[in-house]
């Protein structure tokens, strides 16, 4: 299963010619094993095509710089899709 962010930057050059430059995208992906486990990761792909697979937490320490908003935030988007916590 996968949800994705496309991120865009825009350029007006005029009022009717709009110019969208592609910046990355990031996916949440949720992968389930035989034994009832599910894990969330996070995939980012850069504008040259490169992906990057992360645990939440960690994606989220690099945007934030704080360690507890990352595992709060992870744990947000596990809950959110029923996947079980890790943190609290």
Same mark, same amino acid.
């Given at each position: 299963?996968?949800?994705?962010?496309? @991120?865009?930057?825009?350029?007006?050059?005029?009022?009717?010619?709009?110019?969208?430059?592609?910046?990355?995208?990031?996916?949440? =992906? /949720?992968? #389930? !094993?035989? #034994?009832?486990? =599910?894990?969330?990761? @996070?995939?980012? /792909?850069?504008? =040259?095509?490169?992906?990057?697979?992360?645990?939440?937490? +960690?994606?989220? !320490?690099?945007?934030?710089?704080?360690?507890?908003?990352?595992?709060?935030?992870?744990?947000?988007?596990?809950?959110?899709? #029923? @996947?079980?916590? +890790?943190?609290?």
């Amino acid at each position: 299963m996968r949800f994705g962010l496309l @991120i865009l930057t825009n350029t007006m050059n005029s009022p009717r010619n709009v110019l969208c430059t592609f910046v990355h995208q990031v996916f949440f =992906k /949720i992968y #389930d !094993y035989n #034994d009832a486990r =599910k894990e969330l990761w @996070i995939n980012e /792909i850069n504008s =040259k095509g490169y992906s990057r697979l992360r645990p939440p937490e +960690q994606y989220f !320490y690099l945007l934030t710089g704080d360690e507890a908003y990352a595992r709060h935030t992870a744990d947000y988007w596990r809950a959110f899709f #029923d @996947i079980p916590s +890790q943190s609290f």
